[in-house]
């Protein structure tokens, strides 16, 4: 069937590869790619579809209403799937505010946009808020996140997230506007931006420059590759049930500290180092403020409804990882010194 589909933050890590699934996937939908290419925006991660013709890309800010009621206007999508975030905890805690205009009224304007442009015409409709695991909190060293799990985020990342899911639930109870959410725990995989903890500790680790591990490394996170998200995204888009919640996780738990051995000993493999280089770059520094413990995710939901699990391995997926960071030097150098962003000068700058 025949879909416009608005993917917003489409030039970001997880979105580009939504973007790219469902532009292979589906010939006959149309991927609106909406992004305001902050620093996280990069459209380098699209290079391989962007001359497709059910790919565009629109320059825009979610958190200006007029601008994005016009973009709905014109192109009278029949779904949105809403990815465009402040994503970065470290950064919410260094500049709360920018959270909340993106995750909080971007989301907000998303909603209206879409309420506006499908009035009660709503068969066939579907708005996909994109969220994550770190609305429920913290764990202790038991216990899994539900989808009935209360939310208690500790992050002013975590809190805005927080914020614009109930704000998705509302506009279905109260607009009836067809929703439906997923919360998803960490993603790791090619095209991430090396503030995250795997690039970053990859970019680290070759240019031989030590790896800050916060506290004593014992937090937990749950790891899922990032093309595993990206095809449970899909099946929800097109089995899950409208105002229903599904937890999406890798059933893969780390402490920091044992993740980052792995991570050492796969690159010292990768870099024919000996065996204990990489190591000896891990450096404790001072622990992240508010710093959430552990974060573990029940996914059974997903599994017996939707039949949605994990492909990858993390075994797997971390070399893979670790495999395109090291054959993708240039985009990592353009990441790094600022670079890419001359990428959308050059495709877009005078070209409408
Ligand atoms: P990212 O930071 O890599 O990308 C975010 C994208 O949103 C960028 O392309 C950026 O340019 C765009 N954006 C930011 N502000 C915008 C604005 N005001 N208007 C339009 N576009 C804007 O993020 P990510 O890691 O790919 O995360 C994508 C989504 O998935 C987010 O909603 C995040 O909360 C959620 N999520 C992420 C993870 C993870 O591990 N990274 C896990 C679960 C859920
Ligand atoms: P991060 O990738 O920022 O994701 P999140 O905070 O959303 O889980 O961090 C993952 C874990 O790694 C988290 O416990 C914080 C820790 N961390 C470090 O120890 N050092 C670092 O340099 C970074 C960026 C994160």
């Known amino acids: 069937m025949n879909k416009t589909i608005i993917i917003t933050g489409g030039a970001g890590f997880i979105g580009s590869h939504v973007v790219r699934l469902f532009v292979n996937k589906y010939p006959d939908y149309n991927i609106i790619n909406l992004d305001k290419l902050t620093y996280a925006g990069n459209l380098e991660n699209l ?4 001359k497709k013709s059910n790919y565009e890309f629109v320059k825009a800010d979610i958190v200006d209403q007029i601008a ?3 973009i709905f206007e014109k192109y009278k999508p029949d779904a949105v799937i809403h990815l465009a975030a ?18 909080i009224v971007g989301t907000i304007n998303l909603l209206n946009a879409a309420r506006t442009v499908w009035g009660s015409d709503t068969i066939n409709k579907l708005f996909y808020h994109v969220s994550t695991d770190e609305v429920y909190g913290s764990l202790g060293k038991e216990g899994l996140f539900y989808e009935t799990t209360a939310y208690d985020p500790k992050s002013p990342y975590s809190a805005s997230k927080a914020s614009s899911d109930h704000l998705v639930r509302a506009y279905n109870h109260t607009f009836n506007l067809p929703v439906v959410i997923s919360n998803c725990s960490n993603n790791y995989g090619p095209n991430q931006f090396p503030e995250k903890l795997i690039p970053l500790a990859i970019n680290n680790i070759k240019n031989m420059k030590p790896i800050p591990i916060y506290g004593k ?3 937990v996170r749950d790891w899922l590759y990032v093309v595993d998200h990206a095809n449970a995204i899909d099946k929800i888009f097109h089995d899950g049930k409208i105002g229903e919640t599904y937890n999406i996780g890798g059933n893969n738990e780390w402490q920091n500290i044992d993740l980052i051995h792995k991570l050492c000993e796969v690159m010292d493999k990768k870099l024919n180092r000996k065996q204990g280089t990489s190591e000896s770059l891990i450096t404790f520094v001072k622990d992240r403020a508010g710093h959430d413990l552990r974060y573990a995710i029940d ?4 599994k017996n409804e939707l039949g949605w699990e994990p492909s ?8 893979l990882t670790v495999d395109w960071y090291l054959n993708n030097n240039k985009w990592l150098e353009n990441v790094v010194s600022g670079d890419y962003k001359m990428y959308y000068e050059q495709m877009y700058t005078n070209r409408n």
């Open 47 to 50: 290079k391989d579809i962007d």
């Open 217 to 219: 490394g014992e937090n």
């Open 299 to 302: 996914s059974s939901k997903l």
């Open 312 to 319: 990858l391995q993390f075994e797997q997926g971390i070399v």
């Open 86 to 103: 402040e994503s970065h905890v470290d950064r919410s805690i260094s500049n709360p505010t920018e959270f909340i205009f993106t995750n």
């Open 68 to 70: 994005i009621n016009k």
